[in-house]
């Protein structure tokens, strides 16, 4: 069926009788019971439930979460859909589908929280497969008002609205329209269109780590989030103790998903760069040059890492001799050695081993007393381990080591890194990662993001990283070995959602293959999923922007947009002298277009197209700033554009996009990118000519 809009004036005198009128109804009752909900927990005493101040100060955050949880945010529908079940399951119940759940004074649901499973067959249920659904209804709305609804009768053979799969042979014009609603502001959910074959990754296992590989547009982001979302309401006590992250790619990506999980009531995930992960010891003053930072970023550097630190273990050479009261006992060297070689065999962190030996040492000791007659126990074992002689020998054999100080030693000291790289790395790599001028401490050193990752690597052999319960990481494809595996350490008790584009992958140490950083992340068994059904980049556009792969990522599947959108690529070919006029004027005939505008350039382009733009009086953003209804443009450099998306966009001069890169292949993947990020209308402008590999 089509969808309905409400009439202005009510057909008949009963406005009930009117299905739009009856589901606005349905909208205000279910606010309302919202709103009771709320004033419930607020109206909460904790001084009736505990008297103890440490109680209290929990319960009272607990209450404050909730009370924050259940908002009602008037420009957010509260329900999307409704589920009508027929009367063979569910007793003929009638489900509508939200963002949470909602109920009243009885406690009966008014509207049913999306990961809930009877909410499933909302994404799932189709004609060949209904699902035990009668009919599916969805809802449009302007803003927070209900304006129109849609129906599908799965088990009507009458009603061939939607016939076929589970998009129909004509796909729901609200669902459309919501997919293509302009965007202002940071992202938003897309849990009113998750499509069957997202669902699936959305509802997989908390057990399991799953990658997904999407090209542009497919909703892999999106994916990921609404994932942490539901296993949040599938695994909360054991998540809300374990804990979630989501990892991006810089600040402005996070900037732009920061409010994705709040809408969905989710409001305790934190949210992290890799550099923010690895930055916290040391101070990042310096960068390193490509070749140096793929060394540094190779996985064999973890290796490395582990020769230098279990290096500093000596064995003894003397025997050691403890005092206790009037007698003395006497470890010989040899035993000693049979300890800490025992240790070093085990292969556990550094820390967790010299923890152990000052016991190991203890225990020798109390077998000799034991031997003697004594009846020593655990008090008379952990005295003798603080024993000062004891202390000493621990200190000599199995010394301290600091993480920052031993990469220091390693990028400065070539033999001490020859040592340790011998037959790991062959010389040219090493003097590659060498400092030309060696710092003086670990304050005074320019260190690097790949030299804080070194860091991180040596930290967790020394001392274990901290696990979460779930990670979510998205645009894998552009971390290196050894990053993967600083995220790796803080899921080896939990999971991971792995989202990521080879097609995308734009650093000189960008993944080749999802099983090759599956395997650096620690998650070999991983499940590869692929998004290859394109929703937000028009048809015409991510088809021009694919005649790139061949050159770039041969053998990766080319995206198929579901939407069609003529007129939404315009190639325009301009003089040089005229170039920035062009694309100041592209800019202003974008913006008579509802939504947000992307100026997207070459990084070495956005200081004259920054001047030219305020020369003609047009505002712009920076990437990471909010878009609003009254400042729509960001000035995008091609360096930040990856993860970002616009109604429209205007890109400049690819040659330029290209050539910025160290190599053909990475230019072409930025290209890429930037082709990729409208929604509505890409204008591309160019006075050099196009990159061969685009075509006539």
């Not at 060498?434 to 670990?442: C, D, E, Y």
């Not at 050193?445 to 930290?459: F, G, M, P, T």
Request: with cysteine; net charge negative.
């Amino acid at each position: 069926m089509p969808a309905h809009a409400p009439d202005p004036v009510p057909p008949v005198p009963d406005a009930l009788a009117d299905p739009l009128a009856r589901e606005r109804a349905h909208l205000t009752a279910s606010r309302a019971a919202l709103r009771a909900m709320r004033e419930d927990v607020q109206a909460l005493d904790i001084r009736d439930v505990t008297a103890n101040w440490v109680n209290a100060a929990v319960l009272q955050a607990q209450i404050e979460g909730r009370i924050k949880a259940l908002a009602d945010l008037s420009h957010t529908p509260l329900f999307f859909g409704r589920l009508d079940y027929l009367h063979s399951t569910q007793e003929g119940r009638r489900f509508y589908i939200g963002r949470r759940h909602v109920h009243d004074a009885d406690g009966d649901p008014m509207v049913i929280d999306w990961r809930a499973p009877v909410s499933q067959p909302f994404y799932r249920a189709s004609r060949k497969d209904p699902l035990d659904i009668g009919l599916r209804r969805r809802f449009g709305y302007t803003g927070g008002d209900l304006t129109a609804y849609e129906d599908e009768r799965l088990t009507d053979p009458a009603d061939e609205t939607f016939s076929g799969s589970a998009g129909g042979s004509r796909t729901s014009k609200l669902l459309q329209a919501e997919i293509e609603r302009p965007r202002v502001g940071p992202m938003r959910d897309i849990v009113a269109t998750i499509q069957p074959e997202q669902d699936e990754i959305v509802r997989s296992g908390l057990a399991g780590t799953v990658c997904v590989q999407g090209g542009p547009g497919t909703g892999k982001t999106a994916v990921g989030l609404h994932r942490v979302a539901y296993l949040l309401y599938a695994h909360r006590d054991r998540l809300a103790r374990t804990g979630t992250l989501v990892i991006g790619p810089n600040k402005s990506f996070l900037h732009y998903i920061e409010q994705v999980l709040p809408a969905l009531g989710e409001l305790e995930v934190k949210q992290a760069t890799v550099d923010d992960l690895v930055a916290a010891r040391v101070e990042i003053r310096g960068t390193d040059e490509a070749a140096a930072a793929v060394v540094k970023g190779d996985a064999r550097m973890a290796e490395v890492l582990r020769r230098a630190v279990r290096s500093h273990v000596t064995m003894p050479a003397e025997p050691l001799m403890v005092v206790r009261g009037s007698r003395r006992w006497r470890i010989p060297a040899y035993e000693l050695e049979e300890i800490v070689r025992e240790l070093l065999d085990r292969d556990i962190r550094y820390g967790a081993a010299r923890a152990a030996l000052p016991q190991r040492i203890a225990h020798a000791v109390l077998v000799r007393m034991e031997q003697a007659g004594e009846a020593p126990d655990d008090r008379v074992q952990d005295a003798v381990a603080r024993n000062p002689a004891v202390k000493a020998a621990v200190k000599a054999l199995w010394p301290q080591v600091e993480p920052a100080k031993l990469v220091l030693r390693l990028l400065s000291d070539p033999d001490f890194l020859a040592t340790h790289a011998e037959g790991v790395l062959s010389p040219d790599e090493q003097k590659r990662i060498l400092w030309t001028k060696p710092a003086r401490g670990v304050r005074s050193a320019k260190w690097s993001l790949a030299d804080a990752v070194l860091i991180d690597e040596a930290n967790d052999l020394v001392q274990r990283t901290h696990s979460l319960g779930h990670v979510v990481l998205d645009e894998a494809q552009d971390l290196s070995p050894m990053q993967y595996r600083a995220v790796g350490r803080r899921c080896t008790t939990g999971s991971a959602t792995v989202l990521g584009d080879l097609a995308q992958g734009t650093t000189p140490w960008a993944t080749a293959s999802w099983a090759e950083a599956l395997s650096h992340l620690g998650k070999p068994d991983a499940a590869v999923e692929e998004l290859t059904a394109g929703f937000r980049v028009p048809r015409e556009v991510i088809a021009y922007a694919s005649r790139l792969l061949p050159h770039m990522s041969p053998g990766l599947a080319e995206v198929k947009s579901v939407r069609e959108s003529p007129g939404s690529l315009s190639v325009r070919e301009v003089e040089a002298m005229d170039l920035n006029a062009a694309v100041v004027a592209a800019c202003a005939e974008s913006l008579a277009n509802e939504g947000s505008i992307g100026l997207i350039a070459a990084d070495a382009r956005i200081p004259s197209l920054a001047e030219a733009l305020t020369s003609a009086g047009l505002s712009y953003l920076s990437p990471g700033e909010e878009t609003t209804a009254e400042s729509r443009l960001t000035l995008v450099p091609a360096s930040l554009a990856k993860g970002l998306e616009y109604d429209y966009v205007v890109l400049d001069e690819p040659a330029a996009v290209v050539d910025g890169e160290p190599d053909e292949r990475i230019g072409l993947r930025r290209l890429y990118v930037a082709l990729t990020r409208a929604v509505s209308g890409l204008v591309l402008l160019h006075a050099a000519p196009l990159p061969t590999q685009l075509g006539r």
